[in-house]
Each structure stands twice: as structure tokens, then as C-alpha cells.
């Protein structure tokens, strides 16, 4: 179901709640609302729909990937960035890091740890800030 894009800024700045496997169908809601806004946004953070779970949906090289319960565990190469968000007007500046490494459950809530870099890697550090109650 594609859902509203939430701009309410108490919202958006609380921290998100761990995701569990009842929370799949957020899953579905975050991919269909992502590919909708396709040609202006390119990730998604559960709560940019109204819902405050651990739950993020990005462009990862032109296919859609959802993480539950993301975390970065390392990160190198610090930088600054210009970023929109379809919950904010305008652009803003965010430091970002060049290489992060991610650890996060899978749609089967297994673990999966991987390396992330360049554009991807930025995205997915917008989202889990969206996660962490972080607005840019």
C-alpha cells in the first residue's frame, strides 16, 4: 500500500523501535512508496511513512533492498554532503562517511554484515539516521 510521506518533525525525530517478522507488510508499504516517488527520492526510512520501526528501503545499484534493524559498524573516509529528504524542504548539509560497514537482519531476520560504499553507502547512512531519530 502506498502510503503518505510523514513531515512531522516529533515523529521523525524519535528513535525507531526494533523491527520483528510482524512488521514485513511495513516492508511491502515502504518498497511500494519508494518506487512511487522513484524519480525524486532513492531510500526510504519506515518512519518517513509513519511507522516507528527499524526498517530502511534504498536504491542499491537499480534494485530496491530492505534492511531490518541496521546498524553500522564501522565507517572511514568522513565527508561533507548536501542532502534532500522528501520529509524536509530544501537541502542540508550532513557529514557522511565514504565506506561504512552494515550489519542488519534480512526479510528472513537473519544477520547479514556487508561494506557499503560511495553513493550506496551515503543512502543507507541517511536512512539509519532517519532510525536514529536524526534529521539532517
Not at 64 to 80: C, D, H, L, Q
Request: hydrophobic fraction near 40%; charged fraction near 25%; charge should be negative.
Amino acid at each position: 500500500m502506498i502510503r503518505d510521506i510523514c513531515k512531522d518533525q516529533a515523529f521523525l525525530a524519535q528513535k525507531a523501535e526494533p523491527a520483528a517478522p510482524e512488521d514485513l507488510p511495513v516492508a511491502a508499504d515502504l518498497l511500494e512508496t519508494l518506487e512511487v516517488h522513484r524519480d525524486g527520492c532513492v531510500g526510504m526510512a519506515a518512519n518517513m511513512i509513519g511507522v516507528n520501526k527499524r526498517i530502511i528501503a534504498f536504491d542499491n545499484q537499480g534494485g530496491y533492498m530492505v534492511m531490518f534493524n541496521p546498524e553500522i559498524v564501522k565507517r572511514a573516509g568522513p565527508y561533507e554532503a548536501e542532502e534532500g529528504c522528501l520529509s524536509l524542504s530544501g537541502t542540508r548539509r550532513a557529514r557522511r562517511w565514504e565506506s561504512i560497514k552494515v550489519r542488519w537482519q534480512n526479510e528472513k531476520f537473519q544477520e547479514r554484515i556487508k561494506t557499503f560504499t560511495g553513493w550506496t553507502a551515503q543512502i543507507i547512512q541517511h536512512e539509519i539516521d532517519h532510525c536514529e531519530g536524526i534529521i539532517i
